[in-house]
T-cell receptor, first 116, second 112 residues
């Protein structure tokens, strides 16, 4: 049963520290999404890649967040420096477009980040 | 982006059919309607997707009227394990760009 994996599952860090979250998409999926979920804002799209190229990162604070796909099996989301307001659950999802319709996205278990 | 409106919460007893309606008045011609389910401490899970009329799978049915300005997710004979947040999304890949936005969802509570 193919699944999206994310590491770490939990991260507690102090304000100002660098945080790196990793995602392994499902093999064969050419599109990877990064989301952030908080109680106040719900599920927000931060960025997404297709065939490893960034297509849209307009939902991401550019001054501190960066997302990359070094290869087809790894996507990373980095926050530097981290701030308490970054505390949230970060989800990675992968999928493949089906004709003109939207993606069926497969979500990972998420990384729960707490910045103190 | 098409905006969606769905109830914040719903309660249902076990064994009943649950219908969750989503309004999307400014849906575009190329937009699809997709529903996801999210359990606590898990990522959302795809349930069903449709463009018009009716779609049914082993989990749910999706009813879309002719004007496509709303849609209804139908869950037959819910059980306690169906307690979750359900998201209605409208959009598509259009000209190659991703056009799906998750709203706040509907929190379904199934009561024994």
């Amino acid at each position: 049963d193919a699944r999206v994996t994310q590491t770490p599952r939990h991260k507690v860090t102090e304000m100002g520290q660098e945080v790196t979250m990793r995602c392994q998409p499902i093999l064969g999926h050419n599109t990877v999404f990064w989301y952030r979920q908080t109680m106040m804002q719900g599920l927000e799209l931060l960025a997404y890649f297709r065939n490893r190229a960034p297509l849209d990162d307009s939902g991401m604070p550019k001054d501190r967040f960066s997302a990359e796909m070094p290869d087809a099996t790894l996507a990373t989301l980095k926050i530097q420096p981290s701030e308490p307001r970054d505390s949230a659950v970060y989800f990675c999802a992968s999928g493949t477009p089906t004709g003109g319709g939207p993606y069926e996205q497969y979500f990972g278990p998420g990384t729960r980040l707490t910045v103190t | 982006l098409a905006k969606t409106t769905q109830p914040i919460s719903m309660d249902s007893y076990e064994g009943q059919e649950v219908n969750i309606t989503c309004s999307h008045n400014n849906i575009a011609t190329n937009d699809y309607i997709t529903w996801y389910q999210q359990f606590p401490s898990q990522g959302p899970r795809f349930i069903i997707q449709g463009y018009k009329t009716k779609v049914t799978n082993e989990v749910a049915s999706l009813f879309i009227p002719a004007d496509r300005k709303s849609s209804t997710l139908s869950l037959p004979r819910v059980s306690l394990s169906d307690t979750a947040v359900y998201y209605c999304l409208v959009g598509g890949t259009g000209a190659g760009s991703y056009q799906l936005t998750f709203g706040k969802g509907t929190k379904l509570s199934v009561i024994p």
